[in-house]
Every structure is written in C-alpha cells, then in structure tokens.
C-alpha cells in the first residue's frame, strides 16, 4: 500500500499497544516502524532496475524481518526515551506488530509480497485491494488523528482508535467478499463466450473496489476485460497476444529469467527496432477501461546487439491524464460506459 496508509497503520498499532502508557510516542513510532520495510527502496537506488524486482518487497517484507528489526528499533527508542514510561519488550511488542502488519497489508495488493524469504522468493498476491484506495485510508486516518487529540489515559482515544481499526478492518473483509464475487462473475462470462483458459487473474482497478479488470491465460496470450458491480451487460474480452516466443533466443539472460519470474507468466511482448518491450499484464493499461489495451503501466526496455541483452530500463509511462479523463474513468467505475470517441476495436491487437 501507499506510504500514508502504512504510516497509519503503525501509529494504529503503536496506539493500540503502548498508548495509554506513552500517548502520542506510541503513535509516533509505531508509523515509524510501519515505514521501515519500504526503504528497500534506498536499496534499489543502487541497483539495475531489473534487479531490484527482486529486493523490493523482499527480505524487508517477510514475516522473519520483525522478529530481527522490532529488537534493534526498540534499543534505539529506549535509548531516546528510557524506560521509564514503557519497558524495552513493550517497545519491542509495539515495533513487532508495526512491522508485521505492514506485509500483510501489502499481501493484499498486486505487487507480490515475499512473506518467506529468505526461504522462498515467491511473491503473494491477493489482489483484493488497490494500492491507494482513499475509502480504506481516510477513514482510519481521520480516526486515529482524532484520537491523537484526547489525553493517553482517555476511554475517547481507545474508542477512536478501535473505530478506524474495525473501519478499515471490515473494508478489507467487504473487499474480499466483492473479489469472490467478482472472479466468479469472471468465469461465468469467458464459459459462456466459450473462451478456452487455463487461468484467471482478477485485480480491482485504481482507487476503489466496484470496478474490476480481468485477465485469462492462454497458450498464445490473454484474454482481458472490465466488469462494474453496476454493469447489466456482458462483459467484453479483448485478445492480448503474448509473443513469448520472441524471448527464446535470451531465455538464459539474466534480466529475462528476473522477469519471466517477476511476471508470472502475465506478460506481452514485441518488438520495437532493436528493443524487446516487455510489459507485465497484471499492471494493466493507464486507459484499459476505455479500449487502450497499449498504455502499458510497467514495462522493461531490453536492448539487444548481436544476439544478446546489452541493456535494459524500466519504461515509466508518461501519459497525461487530464479531468476528462478521470470523469471518463469514474462514469465507468459506475456503470456508464465511454463515449463514442474513446471506443477502441476490441477484437484483438
């Protein structure tokens, strides 16, 4: 999730244990631990871009990391503080659980999360939540701000504090429910187009909840399409060739194997002079609701000479997005489908 969300998240949890002995230091630190495992970014300042697919959300997101950070942090906060107020396992049990509910969090994006590394590289994703989703964030952040203004010992500050936890807690419960829903709505629409797959990613689209995208694996590329909880017409599926078989040749290079295993196997590629663009599906297009299936949001350029990969850099998407667009895109999130002029043919690219 975004940082704003992570910091609230911590001081929620600093809040919930050591609150009412320390106040506003709690708080205070507990949205300081629950930024720690972001600064994997630091890391990735020194690194080659496809290198840090593996770092980012890595060790630094494992269950393992808060067992090893939580006692180092608490030495720093005793060191500032004493223990006068709360004991060094109390700033320990808070640093814990301010750093442990960060990937778990972040488990229910589509990013990937390496819950077990160092044991296993493999990236958990739920996808039952956007990155930024102001319906989760806002009311737990107006909750715990509010609570931040009654004394430690109040029964007021506990309340407020429970209240933006059960707020947000049961938006994650609501938007888990909506997936379920939403997946089998999925597979109900690609068995009655008699869409041959072999399986099924389904992703809520930026910002909110009640608009989905879908993405179906086949042999030769995807299927993808957009569904509303308000929609009353079928879905439409537009066909995305993979062009997999154009990375044979350098299937043993190093970025590609990073990749193809970061990817999942959701991705599209093509050719573009001396460059492969690789473009992970499960990204989705910037314009995908409206028929823009090639506004890629993350895509790698690999640069090759005389059969191999020289070079290789992450593309950051640099269109604009203007307040058409945005009323286009939230006239869809309900149900109204685009204007005329923004259609695009959707019988394959």
């Known amino acids: 999730m975004d940082s704003l969300t992570q910091i609230t998240l911590g001081a929620a949890m600093g809040e919930l244990v050591l609150g009412r002995k320390v106040g506003n230091k709690a708080m205070l630190w507990g949205a300081v631990a629950g930024t720690i495992p972001d600064l994997d970014v ?9 290198s840090y697919l593996s770092v980012h959300r890595g060790f630094s997101h494992s269950v393992f990391f808060p067992f090893i950070a939580a006692p180092i942090l608490a030495w ?20 814990f659980w301010s750093l442990l509910t960060h990937p778990l969090l972040d488990l229910l994006t589509g990013y990937g999360t390496q819950l077990f590394n160092p044991i296993s590289n493999y990236g958990f994703e739920l996808n039952t939540i956007f990155i930024i989703d102001p319906l989760y964030t806002l009311p737990f952040l107006g909750c715990i701000i509010t609570a931040m203004f009654y004394s430690r010992t109040s029964g007021r500050r506990r309340i407020w504090a429970y209240m933006g936890i059960g707020l947000s807690t049961g938006y994650l419960i609501l938007t888990m429910f909506i997936k379920l829903y ?61 062009n997999a078989h154009q990375l044979d040749p350098y299937l043993d290079d190093e970025p590609v194997k990073q990749l193809l295993w970061f990817s999942k196997g959701y991705f599209r590629v093509h050719e573009d002079e001396d460059n492969i663009l690789f473009h992970d599906l499960r990204f989705g297009s910037l314009f995908g609701w409206r028929g823009d299936f090639d506004s890629h949001v993350f895509t790698f350029h690999l640069k090759k000479e005389n059969g191999q990969m020289v070079t290789f850099y992450r593309d950051v998407n640099g269109a604009e997005i203007d307040g058409s667009d945005l009323n286009q895109y939230f006239r869809r999130v309900f149900g109204v489908q685009p204007d005329e002029d923004f259609a695009d043919n959707r019988t394959g690219l």
Not at 85 to 90: D, K, M, N, Y
């Open 76 to 95: 720093v906060i005793t060191r500032i503080h004493g223990t006068g107020e709360a004991s060094f396992r109390g700033w320990t049990y808070l640093a």
């Open 182 to 242: 939403v997946h089998d709505v999925f597979k109900a629409q690609l068995d009655r187009q008699d869409f041959a797959y072999e399986e099924l990613m389904t992703f809520p689209a930026p910002l909110q909840t009640i608009f989905w995208r879908g993405l179906a694996k086949t042999d030769e590329g995807f299927y993808e399409g957009y569904f509303s909880l308000f929609d009353r017409n079928p879905i439409e599926f537009t066909f995305i060739p993979s």
């Open 42 to 50: 630091v890391i990735g300042l020194l690194m080659d871009p496809v």
